[in-house]
């Protein structure tokens, strides 16, 4: 993983502050990190992936969101897209789209509409069979990477009762996509709303037909949870290395900033949090990598604290920059906008603490 991500740094360079002000990353980059596997490195090698542990995913996944959270949210998504096939589907369908999903193809994971955010349990997506083909009809919102994606990946309600995840190329006719305009943050993140109408696609790209809704959103969301949260480490590293170098190197009063000790706290808070979202993420991928049953929490854990210890860390870090900060497209502007965003994705804070609450009330009845 370091290597790669060493060849990832080199790739970026110093555009993703250029990326975020034009809202939007090279296509050719996305495809060729996705052909080389980079954007779901946990998909196994017969399918065509790199086969690592979610342990070397998670380091790659926060060196990428020290370069560019846009980036990688679509890694993110890209991942969640391969979680869900590798979960859910059948070996002939799993072999289609794992190749393919590690072949340059991108995708995006569509759960959200208009009236279900929170609560994804109220989404009105339909997916109903008719002979060897279904129709799937409904509203996506804030879908990552659907400005980018060859394939929509649209979680549903399968009209003969439960759920059902469909894999929908973009070419599809009755497919509509409609970018978000100016997001507050991760703003080259390809966020677009997705309309289906009447898209009909064969029976064979349907995926866990019949389930539990609830059980394929959250199987998703696992995966979701954990790459965000490393994610956030990767801000945090991001925010802590520029406010400890201009901490350093700035002087106010006769001596560089960091040695008045109200700033000096700021970078302790940045610090902090660092390790703490490490150790909760690394706790979360070995929980992965084991196949405990404790990975649900550990996970839960690792994505609501690394939110917000980025969100935290991100502000602290603007306050040491302060004016030298203060522009639109400098590393800890960005973070700032991108932690932000944190907090709401993938299970808002107030969802991780609901759950949260109920794990350690269940722990005691
Ligand atoms: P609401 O559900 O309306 O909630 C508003 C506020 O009320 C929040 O603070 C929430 O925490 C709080 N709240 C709601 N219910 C409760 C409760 N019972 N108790 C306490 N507090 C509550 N969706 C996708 O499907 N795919 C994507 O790829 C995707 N990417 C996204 C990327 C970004 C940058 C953003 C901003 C959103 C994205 N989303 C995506 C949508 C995202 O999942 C939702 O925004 C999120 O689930 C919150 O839903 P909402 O915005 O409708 O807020």
Redesign the pocket.
């Known amino acids: 993983p370091a290597e790669r991500a060493a060849e990832l740094a080199e790739l970026v360079g110093d555009r993703a502050g250029a990326w975020d002000r034009a809202g939007l990353l090279p296509p050719d980059l996305l495809r060729g990190l996705g052909a080389d596997g980079l954007l779901c490195a946990e998909v196994p090698v017969e399918h065509g992936g790199l086969g690592w542990t979610s342990l070397d995913n998670g380091e790659l996944t926060a060196a990428t969101g020290a370069l560019c959270s846009s980036l990688r949210s679509v890694q993110t998504?890209q991942g969640m897209a391969a979680w869900t096939v590798q979960r859910l589907a059948g070996p002939a369908q799993r072999g289609e789209y794992l190749r393919r999903l590690t072949g340059g193809e991108l995708a995006?994971?569509?759960?959200?509409e208009p009236h279900a955010?929170?609560?994804l349990m109220s989404m009105s997506t339909t997916v109903r069979p008719d002979g060897d083909s279904v129709v799937v009809d409904g509203h996506?919102?804030?879908?990552?990477a659907a400005h980018y994606a060859d394939l929509l990946v649209v979680f549903g309600r399968y009209t003969e009762g439960g759920g059902a995840v469909v894999v929908v190329p973009v070419g599809t006719p009755g497919v509509r996509i409609e970018r978000v305009a100016d997001?507050l943050g991760?703003r080259a993140a390809g966020?677009a709303a997705v309309v289906l109408d009447s898209v009909r696609v064969p029976a064979s790209a349907v995926l866990g037909a019949g389930a539990g809704l609830g059980l394929l959103v959250s199987s998703a969301l696992a995966y979701g949870r954990k790459s965000v949260a490393w994610g956030c480490v990767g801000i945090l590293r991001a925010c802590r290395d520029a406010a400890a170098r201009h901490a350093a190197t700035r002087e106010q009063f006769g001596r560089p900033l960091a040695e008045h000790q109200l700033v000096a706290r700021h970078l302790a808070t940045l610090v902090t949090g660092e390790q703490v979202a490490t150790r909760l993420c690394e706790h979360a991928s070995r929980c992965w990598d084991s196949g405990s049953p404790e990975s649900v929490i550990a996970t839960l854990l690792a994505k609501n604290e690394s939110a917000r210890r980025a969100a935290e860390g991100a502000a602290a870090a603007v306050q040491v920059l302060a004016s030298a900060g203060a522009q639109d497209g400098h590393v800890v502007a960005r973070a700032f906008r991108d932690a932000k965003?944190m907090e709401?994705?993938?299970g808002?804070?107030?969802?991780c603490e609901?759950l949260l609450a109920e794990h350690v009330v269940r722990g005691v009845r």
């Open positions: 998504s995006a994971v569509g759960f959200s955010g929170s609560d996506k919102v804030w879908v990552t997001p991760c966020h965003l709401i994705i993938e808002s804070t107030e969802m609901l």
